[in-house]
């Protein structure tokens, strides 16, 4: 157990549907980063925050967002969905804000099906 | 887009034997680390090795770091049934920020 949480563990919804996939970080980790892991792109970086802010950006669609609350619990908002963006999403925490020396901790995932 | 590559994309062996995985980079990094998934579940993280370090082991595993090929290997010793998973490399640099960029994978086979 990492010790980063998510939920839900499985998503199924309809094409231009909006969801919205929840991680708590490690106790004392202060950076969050998100990631999505489907069979033709891999595991893809979307974004990162660090204690609320955006701190950089990846892959990441016009149609998602992301946000960090001030209990550092992260959001991520997928919206106008499309049977492409079925994947896996995970949320990895790290204790300090570059994460470069440091280990991201992952999360057990939420697996998005998109019908 | 992938940093890196590794090789081989699957293997398959005996409980027992070693395994050995390659891993390549395109990029100056900061760190590489490893990463275990079984079946489509969570990321495990196996170990970090430094730009700085050449070799590092934990347990049964052992990390190399070749930086001036860009290249790293993960040896696991002794393999278990239990070993069977996919076996990712990640590498972070300084003009990457936080993030950690992922190659493809190496699926792992150990029967017993």
């Known amino acids: 157990d990492s010790g980063v949480t998510q939920t839900p563990k499985h998503l199924i919804t309809a094409t231009g549907q909006r969801v919205t996939l929840r991680c708590s970080p490690r106790s004392g980790d202060l950076s969050v980063y998100w990631y999505q892991q489907s069979l033709d792109q891999g595991l893809q970086f979307l974004i990162q925050y660090y204690n609320g802010e955006e701190r950089a950006k990846g892959n990441i669609l016009e149609r998602f967002s992301a946000q960090q609350f001030p209990d550092l619990h992260s959001e991520l908002n997928l919206s106008s969905l499309e049977l492409g963006d079925s994947a896996l999403y995970f949320c990895a925490s790290s204790s300090g804000l570059a994460g470069l020396q440091e280990t991201q901790y992952f999360g057990p995932g939420t697996r998005l099906l998109v019908l | ?112």
């Open chain 2, 1 to 112: 887009s992938q940093q890196g590559e590794e090789d081989p994309q699957a293997l398959s062996i005996q409980e027992g034997e070693n395994a050995t995985m390659n891993c390549s980079y395109k990029t100056s990094i900061n760190n590489l680390q490893w990463y275990r998934q079984n079946s489509g579940r969570g990321l495990v993280h196996l170990i970090l090795i430094r730009s700085n370090e050449r070799e590092k082991h934990s347990g049964r595993l052992r990390v190399t770091l070749d930086t001036s090929k860009k290249s790293s290997s993960l040896l696991i010793t002794a393999s278990r049934a239990a070993d069977t998973a996919s076996y990712f490399c990640a590498t972070a640099s300084y003009n990457q920020g936080g993030k950690l960029i992922f190659g493809q994978g190496t699926e792992l086979s150990v029967k017993p």
